[in-house]
């Protein structure tokens, strides 16, 4: 897989928000927010898609969960609700190669678009 933005982000090359980081996962603002809380929270392996994630590294995709998670209690947002989304390839809209979960709330969203 070819380096993306997001690993820029993780060697610290470019800056970010981040709101949380441990051996395997980052978590920082999204540039272009979409709502008041718009957190991308990612693998620090370079996984491009959900179609390149293996058996192995299912442990590591529920703990993207879990820290996603953890940041909706920490913004505030846990009880009232809030939208996890994943991306994938072009009918998914994906512009950034590099696995990650948007963690979107803090405001009423609308019901998915079709
Ligand atoms: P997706 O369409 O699912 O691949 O969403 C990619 C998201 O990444 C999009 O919401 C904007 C965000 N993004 C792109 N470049 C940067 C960047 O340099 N910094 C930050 N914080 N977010 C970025």
Redesign the pocket.
Known sequence: MSET??TK?IKRE?P??ILFEDDDILA?????P?APT?V?IIPKAEIATVNDIQPDQAELVGRLILTAQLIARQEGIADDGYRL???CNQH??????HL?L?LIGGKQLRGMSK
Request: proline share 0%; charged share 15%.
């Open positions: 933005i997001f982000i470019i970010a928000d920082f603002r999204d540039i272009n979409q718009h991308l989304v994943v991306n998914g809209c994906q512009e950034v190669f990650h948007h």
